[in-house]
T-cell receptor, first 113, second 114 residues
Framework: DVKVTQSSRYLVKRTGEKVFLECVQD?????MFWYRQDPGLGLRLIYF???????EKGDIPEGYSVSREKKERFSLILESASTNQTSMYLC????????????FGPGTRLTVL | GEDVEQSLFLSVREGDSSVINCTYT??????LYWYKQEPGAGLQLLTY?????DMKQDQRLTVLLNKKDKHLSLRIADTQTGDSAIYFC??????????????FGKGTKLSVKP
């Protein structure tokens, strides 16, 4: 079975803190993604990575950075958290094969106070 | 544009059929997807259809694809309260070579009344 895990289900941080969201997949997938989900806006792609140490900006990369040092792990970093980054963060992975099917983790609900 | 559009809400009675509709924009999309999100959870892949197919059936789920109108639908037969969730339509979009990303609609919240 495909398994994508995220380090926390719920997280509360203060404005200005540095925040790390971790995502791990155990399927040897090449591609990994970070989305944020907000009511009425659906899923928006923040960053993705198609290989170790490679990253590409998605639709809303401002205020975020990512790290992919190992194939199975993709980290999302909020350098200085702000209240408008309160959201549900979803990680996904995808094998480098013919379909574009993505497999999602359970999500991290981040609240920035 | 690149918007995938779907209505935001649908309410049905238990035992009825649900039909969730979606329109997409990219006629070159190879695959089209339906994902389900239960409250507080991540997205779960329900089914997908290859763009050269018109229909795909999987137990209570039927996917219909009208490529000419760029219209995708998901029919859930005999809808149960456990089907209450948000359903996302997604199309695949090539960004380079063989790499593809998914463009998601905003999701349709299905409420099933007993």
């Amino acid at each position: 079975d495909v398994k994508v895990t995220q380090s926390s289900r719920y997280l509360v941080k203060r404005t200005g803190e540095k925040v790390f969201l971790e995502c791990v997949q155990d399927m040897d997938h090449e591609n990994m993604f970070w989305y944020r989900q907000d009511p009425g806006l659906g899923l928006r792609l923040i960053y993705f990575s198609y290989d170790v140490k490679m990253k590409e900006k998605g639709d809303i990369p401002e205020g975020y950075s990512v790290s992919r040092e190992k194939k199975e792990r993709f980290s999302l970093i909020l350098e200085s958290a702000s209240t408008n980054q309160t959201s549900m963060y979803l990680c996904a992975s995808r094998p480098g094969t013919s379909t574009d099917t993505q497999y999602f983790g359970p999500g991290t609900r981040l609240t920035v106070l | 544009g690149e918007d995938v559009e779907q209505s935001l809400f649908l309410s049905v009675r238990e035992g009825d059929s649900s039909v969730i509709n979606c329109t997409y924009t990219d006629s070159s999309s190879t695959y089209l997807y339906w994902y389900k999100q239960e409250p507080g959870a991540g997205l779960q892949l329900l089914t997908y259809i290859f763009s050269n197919m018109d229909m795909k059936q999987d137990q209570r789920l039927t996917v219909l694809l009208n490529k000419k109108d760029k219209h995708l639908s998901l029919r859930i037969a005999d809808t149960q309260t456990g089907d209450s969730a948000i359903y996302f339509c997604a199309e695949s979009k090539r960004w380079g070579g063989s790499q593809g990303n998914l463009i998601f609609g905003k999701g349709t919240k299905l409420s099933v009344k007993p």
